[in-house]
């Protein structure tokens, strides 16, 4: 069989129809929802579970409207899940386009904006990367959005809800995978709400780490801590809060570059933190941003551990960022940002997220 064929083709799979674990005095029993096309890559079976008798589920109650030749596989689930975890945090409409369980681009509607407008500006943070994504709503998507989806190469399509002409579009298209989700708004998103469910990591030997769910104490942005000179104006700590709940689902070490509600460029799963900036700078020049980057800000999702990062926002010309804190080189970062008239917020927590 052809490579390209694989990718199209669902592999077999023996898993149990159910499993059951114990945590402590806790005893969950989940259900095989649905055999997957294949896991991580074609030869690899797979099989996704949900809570048996859970509640407020989101993916694990996925209504698949359509599933597209072959079904879903590991990867389209994640990029699914990995998009509603960001566009819960918003309130208004919103999109995220997700590649390789990363977000190629994010955008919320500004006054004004229809759902295509959010779309294209969430896809046209990065084009070229939206090649082939998965695209996430956390509101009812319309005909007008789902032909400039089909405009280009989608791969799957989540939100709660689709106007009857939007489906009578999507279902032009053979491949696409098309799901309706739930309970968005009821997803924790912060610290002090319920910590389930939790995380569990595998090992290589069947060993794992178990652990809380990655959550923020950010609720607004009135939560950042000015620690410059210079406080950034409300619509750059605005922008500066839209960029941090994104970064939530980037892969470490990430930054996220961000301006008027949209990703501009997106640095991700880099060894240094100077190597992440400076891939989202290059990212939003090479894209078409270059000019917007004076009015852009910055979110990390670790500390800068040297002034270098800020020497490198300062010659692209961004104004406003915002990291954890915590470096013993803080000192001299905030130096730096007072040096160039950059503000900087600490948030007083990373958000590393390793997948």
């Not at 997803?187 to 939790?198: H, K, N, T």
């Amino acid at each position: 069989m052809s490579i390209k064929k694989l990718y199209r083709t669902k592999l077999s799979e023996n898993f149990p129809d159910t499993i059951k674990i114990t945590i402590g005095d806790i005893e969950l029993e989940y259900v095989k929802a649905q055999s997957l096309r294949y896991g991580e890559n074609p030869h690899q079976p797979a099989a996704f579970y949900a809570p048996k008798d859970g509640e407020n589920l989101t993916v694990g109650a996925m209504n698949i409207i359509k599933s597209g030749k072959g079904g879903l596989s590991r990867t389209n689930i994640e990029d699914m899940n990995n998009a509603i975890n960001i566009v819960r945090y918003f309130d208004d409409p919103t999109c995220a386009v997700m590649k390789h369980v990363n977000p190629s681009g994010v955008a919320t509607s500004r006054e004004g904006d229809k759902l295509v407008t959010v779309y294209q500006r969430a896809r046209d943070s990065d084009p070229v990367a939206a090649f082939g994504s998965v695209v996430g709503y956390n509101c009812s998507v319309d005909k007008e959005t789902a032909e400039e989806m089909l405009a280009g190469y989608v791969e799957a399509v989540i939100a709660p809800s689709y106007d009857s002409e939007a489906l009578e579009v999507l279902e032009e298209k053979k491949d696409l995978r098309v799901i309706q989700v739930d309970n968005i708004k009821k997803i924790s998103r912060f610290v002090d709400e319920a910590q389930w469910p939790l995380v569990i990591s595998t090992m290589n030997d069947g060993s794992f780490v178990l652990s809380t769910p990655m959550l923020t104490k950010i609720r607004g942005i009135n939560d950042f801590r000015w620690v410059t000179e210079r406080k950034g104006s409300e619509d750059e700590a605005l922008n500066l809060l839209f960029a941090w709940y994104v970064n939530l689902n980037v892969r470490s070490n990430g930054v996220v570059l961000s301006e008027d509600k949209q990703t501009l460029g997106i640095g991700t799963g880099q060894q240094d933190r100077v190597i992440a900036v400076k891939q989202a700078l290059q990212k939003a020049e090479e894209r078409g941003h270059k000019e917007r980057l004076s009015k852009a800000v910055l979110a990390s999702d670790g500390f800068f551990p040297f002034p270098d990062s800020i020497e490198v926002l300062a010659s692209y010309g961004v104004k406003a960022c915002c990291q954890p804190g915590g470096s013993i080189k803080d000192k001299e970062v905030i130096e730096a940002c007072n040096k160039f008239g950059i503000a900087m917020a600490f948030t007083d927590e990373r958000c590393f997220r390793h997948f």
